[in-house]
């Protein structure tokens, strides 16, 4: 069974180490350290964590900010906050950036772990948090009334790797040759199309190409080697 991939953002060292301490115990998780003076998108779009777990007190881009950011440029990517001390108004502002999970920084590594399973397993742990602060639920309620309607046909960014990926698709590609070309794993383009997919609100490879020429986002010179409609595989 493949391990569930969880990266740790935070500017603390000790805590970020101490929290890989902790969580090397359970043999179906792999989990790498990110200090956030790097750039922390770039290093999460060479690895692709299935979960992030991020620490709300960052200075160089806080982690309310990191959290909306991965939520949009990686939506494979659960997001769990670790915060010091997480009150009504942070919880609220955590909710609204789509993260799965926002725990104590004092939570324990069976915690940890078991929210981590959670998240990557499609779940939403944070919504449980709603039961116990009436306040939040009011805040939520609010805030997200008819959210629905108005999201309808927005579409979010591709990074530059996926507008690379796309392209290769567009030109009759199939994942294992995408791989070839830029020296990375099939699963891993399987990942960034599966977020292409997702982002364009596209139903399979063909109608994400049509997306994007559409827009702008891909070339128009591109010239396939099939017909869009043999693009079957994700």
């Not at 953002?9 to 003076?37: H, K, N, Y």
């Not at 949009?72 to 990517?77: F, G, K, R, V």
């Not at 915690?111 to 779940?123: D, P, V």
């Not at 108005?150 to 030109?171: D, F, S």
Request: charged residues 25%; contains cysteine; hydrophobic residues 40%.
């Amino acid at each position: 069974m493949d391990k569930i991939k969880v990266m740790i953002i935070d500017e603390q060292a000790m805590f970020r180490t101490g929290v890989r301490q902790a969580l090397s115990q359970q043999s179906d998780l792999e989990v790498l350290e990110c200090d956030p003076a790097q750039n922390a998108l770039e290093l999460i779009e060479a690895n692709l964590p299935d979960v992030v777990l991020l620490g709300s007190d960052l200075t160089s881009l806080s982690g309310i900010d990191l959290s909306r950011k991965i939520a949009q440029y990686y939506p494979n990517t659960k997001v769990i906050v670790l915060s010091p001390d997480p009150n009504d108004e942070e919880l609220f502002e955590v909710i609204k950036t789509a993260a799965a999970g926002c725990l104590s920084k004092r939570a324990t590594g069976d915690e940890l772990a078991n929210t981590i399973r959670r998240a990557h397993g499609g779940e939403y742990p944070i919504n449980e948090s709603l039961m116990t602060r009436p306040k939040v639920a009011k805040q939520v309620l609010n805030q997200f009334r008819g959210l629905a309607k108005t999201m309808e046909g927005v579409a979010a960014p591709l990074t530059k790797r996926e507008t690379q990926i796309l392209t290769y698709v567009a030109e009759g590609n199939s994942n294992k040759e995408i791989a070839r070309i830029l020296t990375i794993s099939e699963q891993t383009i399987k990942n960034h199309v599966s977020a292409i997919l997702r982002k364009l609100n596209a139903n399979d490879r063909a109608h994400a190409v049509a997306l994007a020429l559409r827009s702008g986002w891909i070339s128009p010179e591109v010239k396939p080697r099939r017909a869009l409609e043999d693009f079957g595989e994700i």
